[in-house]
């Protein structure tokens, strides 16, 4: 339903997934131009880090959480005997 709602903006400056909505852009001017088309009510603005996806998106790229690795490196070594 998003996806219909959003479609014209998708893949533009959107990239909507489920009821996650991320709206990005490489200046402030442009970013307060493209909340205010898309009237969405569920704001957050001037984020610089997000989680996303299971993924940390910044300002300097896009992260894995460390949580999550932290979670692989502690996970039991199975040993068939």
Do not use: P
């Amino acid at each position: 339903l998003i996806n219909k709602i959003l479609i014209e903006y998708l893949n533009k400056f959107i990239i909507a997934y489920i009821d996650n909505i991320l709206i990005y852009s490489d200046n402030v001017a442009k970013y307060e131009l493209y909340v205010y088309l898309t009237v969405i009510y569920k704001y957050k603005f001037y984020i610089i880090k997000i989680k996303f996806l299971k993924f940390i998106i910044a300002t300097d790229g896009i992260q894995i959480d460390l949580i999550k690795i932290i979670i692989i490196i502690k996970w039991i070594i199975l040993i068939i005997i």
